[in-house]
């Protein structure tokens, strides 16, 4: 019954490396969305794409990237991880407007930076 | 920008009590709010969305647009109901939600 999934559950990298979270969506959704999730601050929009190859900015776009080659994956990439990326990084999909529809969220995968 | 604001960061009630959690938003128009919630090792799931007006698990939410507030209660807490609870406005557009930084929940044996 899973139909958002988050290639990896924990991730330990080492600073300075380039990090790949991955997340494929089986439910030909529209948008897709990467969040973090911190304590005291709850989620924080990070990049989201409304279609193939595009993408827009969240509200903490910085020191991170996206791809969205193909309309059920949507990668999100750390150029060069660094210890206040230590996280929890949640990917959602969305089959139209959130606003109508809401999300449909991915078990989250726990980066930890060191 | 659009805000949200959730005031308690933690909230313990007995079981069998009634529970309130706030949520404050500021958003210019009509906006379509949701609650989410995040058991313990689960996945954040939809609990409840303003436009259905639906009452799941035994919790409502009304939009009050006067106090800009979408709070949700359930007027008694049972044990299963422990987790962490956000409110989600739309955001910056209709593309996407805001969260609330999120209240975690406690119902007391």
């Known amino acids: 019954d899973v139909k958002v999934t988050q290639s990896s559950r924990y991730l330990v990298k080492r600073t300075g490396e380039k990090v790949f979270l991955e997340c494929v969506q089986d439910?030909?959704?529209?948008?897709m969305f990467w969040y973090r999730q911190d304590p005291g601050l709850g989620l924080r929009l990070i990049y989201f794409?409304?279609?193939?190859?595009?993408?827009e900015k969240g509200d903490i776009p910085e020191g991170y990237s996206v791809s969205r080659e193909k309309k059920e994956r949507f990668s999100l990439i750390l150029e060069s991880a660094s210890t206040n990326q230590t996280s929890m990084y949640l990917c959602?999909?969305?089959?139209?407007?959130?606003?109508?529809?809401?999300?449909?969220f991915g078990s989250g995968t726990r980066l930890t930076v060191v | 920008a659009q805000r949200v604001t959730q005031p308690e960061k933690l909230l313990s009630v007995f079981k069998g009590a009634p529970v309130e959690l706030k949520c404050n938003y500021s958003?210019?128009?009509?906006?379509?709010l949701f609650w989410y919630v995040q058991y313990s090792r689960q996945r954040l799931q939809l609990l409840l969305r303003?436009?259905s007006r639906e009452s799941i698990k035994g919790f409502t939410a009304d939009l009050n647009k006067g106090e800009t507030s979408f709070h949700l209660k359930k007027p008694f807490a049972q044990e299963e109901d422990s987790a962490m609870y956000y409110c989600?406005?739309?955001?910056?557009?209709?593309?996407?939600?805001?969260f609330g930084s999120g209240t975690q929940l406690t119902v007391l044996p």
């Open positions: 959602a999909s969305s089959l139209g407007s959130p606003e109508n529809y809401g999300y449909t």
């Open positions: 439910m030909d959704h529209e948008n």
């Open positions: 794409s409304y279609d193939v190859k595009m993408k």
């Open positions: 958003y210019s128009g009509s906006p379509e």
């Open positions: 303003h436009i």
């Open positions: 989600a406005p739309p955001g910056r557009s209709a593309r996407q939600l805001t």
